[in-house]
């Protein structure tokens, strides 16, 4: 371990790389197929940094999320690449430390609080469960902690709702219950999937505002999954916009919201509909995402591509430089 | 100011085609009552609009507003415990099932799960052709007007006609969803979250399709969903309802531009900004929507309203229309004289 990743989980200081992943391959194997469904994913996380993984079902984000985690069946699994989290190589951690990592280095935060809460303990216990676990402290301990815990992610009537069930919760009473969990022992690292997807419009601005005051209060490195470009934008400082198990665009939020390079990044934000367009006819991307039991052996996008050419085909694009911090895959951007 | 009558908001456009009024439907909660005062859930309080021919209404709202359920008594696939409803001019109450089934023709539905709601036993053109196949229509002629259909929702018949519902993407389930919805000819189509389970670049085929067919086959539509750019994209009016009550309802540039209930500003401005440069500081509103079993008194909205006074407890704000025409509002500031300190001042 080098020493520059113990200063990373202290998680004070930026620019240090809290999370390196490089080259990331995930295939699902099972005895007639095999679905290649992250096909060579390589980023970096300092803390403090709020990186958006934008893409459309399917396309491996949700994938390399829990592959950072090692969230994902052993036995049909093979994962390749490199993951280092806060100077762990997760990929290479045993059964038991991996378990200490999960939790105390690397948290996650799921779409739906019910299936990821326990139904038949409190909300109080499973979190005050989880602190006795990883930090070695008493209940009593654990549960002020809890308390703590619950009134940073605002939960009215702290103390009473401790006690309560999760079907109890109304569902953002729920997700910040599980907001409160995953940050109860202080992670340095932050994995969000489609953490606001669930919730209704009032109520997943309120969460998104959570995580954001609070990724800054602790200096957090932040991954979070979405579909959605307008939640992305309210909380990610930079982005990654995944097709067919790959980083197609990637790049600081607001220029590629501004001015998409990738035709595929220019086709989701052009039929992402909002205001302005009414009347208008959408201009949808046509066609649907690849099969991924093939790896795609060039371009993933080109057959839906409006500016597909001969040279899409002849193999998978290379990262093209489009900006300061900014990469495209795509092979006619250096052509025009 | 004037009571809003459903059937007189419509500027200069006659009869409407869809006319409900009065709607009401109380579920009774089981099991969490021993011995105590037995609980109802309000889904749908007295609901009140119209729709004209032609036009789309959009009703939106978050989970447990109700919309689903309004568009479902209308339907009559759940039974209303009262209210009108009066469809190309006939009154549709206590109908005989055989008159109900004559109406179910001209008024159908499409619905968010595209898998669930296809028999996965048949072939899509099968399913297609069901609707027509009960109505009397002969074999032939039913399996003919499926393959029309699917052309019109841009699937090749020949290479699709066969397959089973698991075979298609969600996309091309919906599409399927919607001929079918087509294929007894209706004039209305309720669309309840119709492209809400779609990943994006799906769901803007599928709203241009929607587009595409409203025009060819002179279609009115209801637009029930969550999501507020859909719904301004494809609505010509809007109703908002929060906890079985219409709130505020008006034509779609009104309620986007200038919405005048707390509600329906505090739901707009959740909308995320699609701008990092000037991202959402403040909530417009806290907390969930409260549990629709014993709603607030008065006002529902007034739990979370920051302008919410004593009046807003002890009174139920009546939906009246504003003197502009078309434009109606539940809410004590909008009434003079109501009680609310800032009653009257902003019209």
């Known amino acids: 371990m080098s020493s520059s990743f113990a200063v990373a989980t202290s998680a004070i200081s930026t620019g240090d790389r809290l999370v390196e992943v490089n080259d990331l391959t995930v295939r699902f194997v099972s005895k007639d197929t095999t679905i290649h469904a992250v096909n060579g994913v390589s980023f970096t996380l300092a803390a403090g940094e709020v990186l958006g993984i934008l893409g459309e079902s399917g396309s491996g984000k949700t994938v390399t999320l829990r592959a950072l985690m090692r969230l994902l069946p052993e036995g049909r699994t093979q994962i390749g690449g490199t993951v280092r989290v806060a100077g762990h190589d997760v990929l290479g951690l045993s059964p038991g430390a991996l378990s200490r990592v999960r939790g105390s280095t690397i948290a996650m935060i799921f779409q739906e609080p019910m299936t990821a809460l326990d139904p038949v303990y409190t909300v109080g216990y499973q ?210 | ?149 699917l052309a019109a929702v841009g699937l090749d018949s020949a290479r699709f006609g066969r397959r089973y519902p698991h075979e298609l993407s969600g996309g091309q389930r919906q599409r399927i969803n919607i001929a079918r919805a087509l294929a007894l000819n209706p004039r209305l189509v309720f669309l309840d979250e119709a492209v809400s389970a779609l990943d994006k670049s799906v769901q803007a085929q599928v709203l241009n399709l929607l587009v595409d067919l409203k025009a060819e086959f002179n279609l009115t539509y209801v637009f029930i969903s969550h999501d507020l750019n859909v719904v301004q994209y494809i609505s010509d009016r809007v109703l908002v309802m929060y906890l079985g009550k219409v709130v505020e309802t008006g034509p779609v540039d009104v309620i986007y531009n200038a919405p005048r209930h707390p509600y329906t500003q505090a739901l707009l401005s959740s909308r995320p900004s699609m701008d990092p440069e000037r991202r959402i500081t403040v909530p417009p509103l806290t907390g969930d929507p409260p549990n629709p079993i014993n709603p607030p008194s008065g006002c529902r909205f007034r739990t979370r309203c920051s302008f919410a006074e004593e009046v807003c407890a002890r009174v139920e704000p009546p939906l009246l229309a504003l003197p502009c025409g078309g434009h109606d509002v539940a809410c004590h500031m909008m009434v003079p004289n109501s009680g609310h300190s800032r009653a009257g001042q902003a019209s």
């Open chain 1, 127 to 336: 979190i005050a469960e989880t602190v006795v676990r990883h930090e070695n402290v008493s209940w009593a301990e654990a549960r002020r902690r809890t308390l703590d815990l619950f009134e940073k992610v605002q939960i009215p009537s702290a103390q009473r709702r401790l006690d309560a069930y999760p079907h109890e919760l109304s569902g953002g009473l729920r997700q910040r219950a599980m907001i409160a969990l995953a940050l109860s022992c202080r992670p340095s690292v932050l994995l969000a999937d489609e953490p606001t997807t669930a919730l209704d419009a009032t109520v997943q601005i309120q969460i998104l505002l959570l995580l954001r005051s609070l990724q800054k209060e602790l200096g957090m490195g932040v991954v979070f999954v979405t579909h959605d470009v307008g939640v992305a934008g309210e909380i990610a400082d930079k982005l990654a916009i995944m097709y067919a198990g790959r980083f197609i665009e990637t790049g600081p939020v607001t220029p590629i919201m501004r001015a998409p390079r990738h035709p595929y990044t220019e086709g989701l934000l052009a039929s992402t509909v909002h205001g302005a367009m009414r009347g208008q006819r959408l201009k949808a991307i046509q066609g649907s995402p690849p099969n991924l039991e093939i790896l795609p052996a060039a371009c993933s996008f080109a057959p839906r591509c409006p500016r597909v050419a001969d040279i899409c085909l002849a193999g998978v694009p290379p990262e093209v430089p489009t900006g300061p911090d900014r990469m495209a895959r795509c092979v006619r951007i250096t052509q025009n």
């Open chain 2, 1 to 149: 100011m004037s009571q809003a009558t459903p059937l007189g908001a419509g500027p200069g456009r006659g009869e409407p085609l869809l006319a409900v009024s009065g709607l009401r439907k109380y579920f009774p909660v089981k099991g969490l009552s021993f011995g105590g005062p037995s609980l109802v859930v309000k889904a749908v309080d007295e609901v009140n609009f119209a729709v004209w021919p032609g036009e789309t209404l959009g009703i939106v709202g978050e989970s447990g507003c109700g919309k689903s359920t309004t568009a479902r008594l209308v339907m009559r696939l759940i039974e209303p415990d009262s209210g009108q409803v009066r469809f190309e001019g006939r009154e549709l109450a206590g109908g005989s099932n055989a008159s109900l089934r004559a109406v179910r023709s001209r008024m159908q539905m499409v619905f968010q799960d595209s898998y669930s709601s296809l028999n996965p036993r048949l072939p899509i053109e099968d399913t297609i052709a069901f609707g027509p196949r009960v109505h009397g229509t002969p074999r032939a002629e039913a399996r003919e007007r499926a393959r029309r259909l």
